[in-house]
């Protein structure tokens, strides 16, 4: 028996965007958005337009409308801020790669500084005691660590850079002043290697990440590269004094030996790194960091100190120099043997690294059994909710509490607060000039009865 479709009612219609207005608007621009964008009202309705400034008079074209908000298109400054900079990048106007060039330096912080404050008073109801000085560095070459792009045209022309602003297209570059120095060089060099390679669309991308003097050059790529690609890019990591890695897919099938170093010259300390290990981008801003974190825990030479998510041991070996133990605690199980390592080239003994998923619970875990007098954290992006909620009724007396995503921050603090802790401080690490990414650092202490 054949089946007859019924249809009840009027059939629907494909809903049609409205046509967005031509003609530009006028507009004074109130504050910048948490990603730095310009917000401005226009006929009432919240406006974002990239590039514009705080107190500025622009003149803008709506390139997008949603039911709550527009975007909008600079066309042109008619009053400038005061704060407004020339950016030190000729490819800033497109380049995807940072957001706040336009602003000065100085007014970059202070906008980080205070998106944070205010989102910890709107979605967390704190006000912290005491707000310390940004930890600030140099804001050009600075990045010792980046994801670089590759494509190739149909005529063959290789590109190299990073991803279009507002676009997966990759725009086509040749120097990018927040890099270190050392790395300057590779948009020329690796062009002019991949250049008369033929097809080299199995490679997308390559990482790099330096050390003090060393440091890796990995390619991704699709399929196992040829024999004359594969001389070419080994070439190239030797010009760049760097070890090659090729990773296909999930595992690499072509590595130069051995791990590079980066060091905490305060705390005499050299810690060993692979490619994949994540490591902080700023060099400068995490000895600063480092150095911040021993001076508000203070721990003291009979106390015990617990650090979670403590990677390759960043702060878990400067600690054991103060405390009587620490413990660290880490997701991936490479990191930890790495961490292990670096405790024993440094001769710290009184550190001891354990490999735990810290989404789950670790309450029964031996080493959580132990008790802690200070507790530090440094998550990653999505937070530490599971990993803090086990800590409420812990007792420890202070917990230092370091953040790379505000929103994840203001979500996991009042769990602490509502514990029977304080902030007594509160501090914003400028790890990445020119860019809205903003690393924080609060101090928590348990209120005395």
């Not at 507009?27 to 910048?32: C, G, H, I, K």
């Not at 692979?274 to 995490?286: E, G, K, L, R, S």
């Not at 929103?407 to 603090?413: C, M, P, R, T």
């Amino acid at each position: 028996m054949s089946r007859q479709r019924i249809q009840f009612g009027a059939p629907r219609r494909a809903r049609k965007n409205p046509p967005l207005p031509q003609e530009p608007l006028t507009l004074t621009v109130e504050r910048l958005s948490h990603e730095g964008r310009g917000i401005a009202k226009a006929d009432g309705k919240t406006t974002f337009i990239a590039g514009a400034l705080p107190g500025e008079t622009v003149q803008a074209r709506i390139s997008a409308q949603h039911k709550r908000y527009n975007d909008a298109e600079l066309i042109k400054v008619i009053t400038e801020s005061p704060h407004r900079a020339t950016p030190p990048c000729p490819h800033y106007s497109q380049c995807g790669g940072c957001d706040l060039q336009h602003l000065s330096v100085e007014q970059q912080r202070i906008h980080k500084q205070q998106q944070v404050l205010d989102q910890l008073t709107r979605f967390a109801d704190v006000v912290p005691e005491q707000v310390e000085t940004p930890l600030t560095g140099t804001d050009t070459g600075y990045r010792r660590s980046a994801r670089i792009g590759i494509n190739q045209r149909r005529d063959g022309e290789v590109l190299i850079g990073f991803r279009r602003r507002g676009s997966h297209k990759l725009l086509n570059i040749d120097s990018c002043p927040v890099l270190i120095p050392r790395l300057q060089p590779v948009f020329s060099q690796l062009r002019e290697a991949l250049s008369g390679q033929g097809d080299i669309r199995t490679l997308t991308h390559v990482d790099l990440s330096c050390g003090d003097a060393d440091g890796f050059i990995r390619f991704r790529c699709t399929r196992k590269p040829s024999e004359a690609l594969l001389t070419a890019l080994q070439h190239l990591s030797q010009q760049l004094s760097l070890k090659l890695i090729i990773g296909l897919n999930d595992r690499d099938i072509h590595l130069d030996a051995g791990l590079a170093q980066y060091s905490l010259p305060a705390q005499r300390l050299a810690l060993s790194f692979h490619a994949t290990d994540f490591i902080q981008v700023n060099a400068d801003i995490n000895k600063a960091m480092v150095d911040q974190a021993l001076a508000w825990l203070n721990p003291q030479p009979g106390q015990r100190v617990l650090d979670l998510f403590c990677g390759l041991g960043n702060f878990t070996l400067p600690l054991a120099q103060k405390a009587a133990q620490v413990v660290g605690i880490e997701g991936s199980a490479e990191m930890v043997e790495r961490a292990r390592l670096n405790a024993t080239a440094a001769g710290v003994e009184n550190a001891h690294f354990y490999r735990a998923d810290l989404s789950e619970s670790f309450r029964h875990a031996a080493w959580f059994r132990e008790g802690f007098d200070l507790i530090l954290l440094d998550p990653p992006r999505t937070g530490a909710r599971e990993a803090v909620q086990q800590l409420t009724d812990y007792g420890a007396s202070k917990v230092l509490y370091i953040s790379c995503n505000p929103s994840a921050l203001v979500a996991d603090i009042p769990l602490l607060v509502a514990a029977g802790y304080r902030v007594t401080r509160f501090g914003i690490m400028d790890m990445f000039p020119h860019t809205a990414h903003v690393e924080s650092m609060l101090l928590l202490e348990r209120c005395h009865a």
